[in-house]
């Protein structure tokens, strides 16, 4: 499965991002559909996860009621969906997926399969 990650860039505090997660197989649901993040000398770090079949979707604390993760079958697409950002929120943003993983482990980054190449998000102050 191969992810194409987009819409990163650089934005002022306050404004908005949306990010596109693209692969073909997406359309079937087969998949859980995560976004991790990394900053310069810091670890991955979750972001937001969208289940396979379900709409509940998981947020991490510091992006909940900010950052929207959606998913658009007809176009075999999970978008993120950043407002009010932050200069830290400034990292590279990965999406992930796997068809296997449970509800409990889609916070753990090692335990998704296909990784999409990042994109960069700057949050200037």
């Known amino acids: 499965v191969q992810l194409q990650a987009s819409g990163g860039g650089l934005v002022q505090a306050g404004g908005s991002l949306k990010l596109s997660c693209t692969a073909p197989a997406f359309a079937a649901r087969r998949y859980a559909v995560a976004w991790f993040r990394q900053a310069p000398g810091k670890e991955r770090e979750f972001v937001a996860a969208?289940?396979?079949?379900?709409?509940?979707?998981l947020a991490e604390d510091s992006v909940k009621g900010r950052f929207t993760i959606s998913r658009d079958n007809t176009d075999n697409t999970v978008y993120l969906q950043m407002n009010s950002l932050r200069p830290e929120d400034t990292a590279v943003y990965y999406c992930a997926a796997s068809s296997g993983i449970i509800f409990g482990n889609l916070r753990i980054w090692s335990r998704y399969d296909y990784w999409g190449l990042g994109t960069q998000v700057t949050v200037s102050s």
């Open positions: 969208l289940p396979r079949t379900s709409s509940n979707t």
